[in-house]
């Protein structure tokens, strides 16, 4: 099926198509910045004046930003890098910054009003030359965004979770929402989780509402928090979509009694073995979540600094989103600049009482 940005980019008039094609052919330098032209064959974008050899015409679209491109399934240059061109058009340029906006919002939700008063134009304003520019709307642009990032992450071999929440997913239930119109399946046939492990896993009542602990032979893979046990079953079957499962509580004991402790005051860590999945990156920001201290909190940008990595702000956020084992990585203790709790992928109520909780017993006892 043809996407909204496709037909959008071929309702160009044959004289404009023609003129980008002659600046392509050319490698006009002063056309970079006013489209990008994107390679069916390839599946790669690039700004007019890269160096590459040219394809033939029937294989050619043109689309006015890097973003609209990629919207459309293409990847960019690695070589002539055209996503760090700056936009000439000033209608463009609107667009390109609430794609950045988007982009930046981490799986929240943004609204048009939020995009408006951002950007400082009114929301029929944006929302007409956003769908003009790109061929879809702001919230469309953001799920087929999303959509695409799971399925980067899921072809890489990623968990169904991980790709999930380096997509920006808050919750496995958006994803299949809009993974069965983008996806044309659901996310567990599309991602290779699991395949070949034996997961046991218990579910028991905690002071957080549902407790999920879940097994390989090797050690604890996830540890999730809900309101029922059909709701955790599921989200775990989904996260390891090929395992195969076991309910077993007596194998999981120790394990449990390890983290409903830690839960009621009684261990200020959890030490448990791991068999969990993360890039390089991902493990120095939860080896530096584990270093925070019961009672406190970093930022965001705290904990990148902390690692070496100052600029990569972002990037720490979304490896707090996909930490998963709860509580054992306490992912909770990182919360935003402004001191505002920021996202917790199992619910902003608990993230709020589990603060609450450590910095009472982290608080000197008064002798009596």
Avoid at 137 to 154: D, I, L, M
Wanted: charge should be positive; aromatic fraction near 6%.
């Amino acid at each position: 099926m043809m996407s909204a940005v496709m037909k959008e980019q071929l309702n160009l008039l044959p004289d404009e198509n023609e003129a980008k094609w002659q600046a392509v052919l050319s490698k006009d330098t002063h056309s970079d910045g006013e489209f990008v032209f994107a390679v069916s064959s390839t599946k790669i974008y690039c700004r007019p004046s890269c160096p590459s050899r040219r394809p033939k015409r029937e294989r050619v679209s043109f689309f006015s930003l890097p973003e609209a491109a990629e919207q459309a399934g293409f990847r960019a240059c690695l070589r002539c890098h055209p996503r760090s061109l700056s936009v000439k058009d000033p209608q463009v340029d609107l667009v390109k910054r609430v794609c950045t906006l988007l982009d930046d919002a981490d799986g929240e939700t943004t609204t048009l009003a939020a995009l408006s008063a951002e950007t400082g134009v009114s929301a029929f304003h944006l929302q007409r030359t956003f769908k003009k520019v790109m061929g879809v709307t702001p919230r469309q642009y953001a799920e087929s965004s999303r959509v695409n990032r799971f399925k980067g992450g899921a072809q890489a071999g990623k968990s169904i979770t991980t790709a999930m929440y380096d997509a920006g997913f808050g919750s496995s239930s958006r994803l299949y929402e809009q993974a069965a119109a983008q996806l044309g399946m659901t996310p567990a046939t599309y991602g290779r989780g699991g395949r070949g492990a034996r997961i046991n896993y218990a579910i028991v009542d905690c002071s957080l509402g549902s407790l999920l602990v879940a097994a390989t032979d090797k050690g604890v893979c996830s540890v999730k928090l809900g309101d029922s046990e059909s709701e955790l079953e599921a989200d775990l079957k989904r996260e390891f979509p090929a395992a195969q499962f076991q309910l077993d509580e007596k194998s999981l004991h120790q394990a449990i009694r390890a983290v409903v402790n830690h839960l009621d005051g009684k261990a200020p860590h959890i030490d448990l073995p791991l068999d969990i999945q993360a890039t390089a990156f991902q493990r120095q920001v939860w080896e530096q979540l584990r270093a925070i201290p019961q009672g406190q909190t970093f930022s965001y940008s705290e904990v990148a600094r902390a690692i070496g990595h100052e600029k990569a702000v972002r990037a720490v956020a979304r490896a707090c989103a996909t930490n998963p084992v709860a509580l054992v990585i306490p992912c909770h203790r990182v919360i935003r600049e402004d001191k505002s709790l920021g996202g917790y992928r199992w619910g902003l109520e608990r993230k709020k009482k589990l603060l609450q909780q450590e910095k009472l017993r982290a608080r000197p006892q008064t002798p009596k």
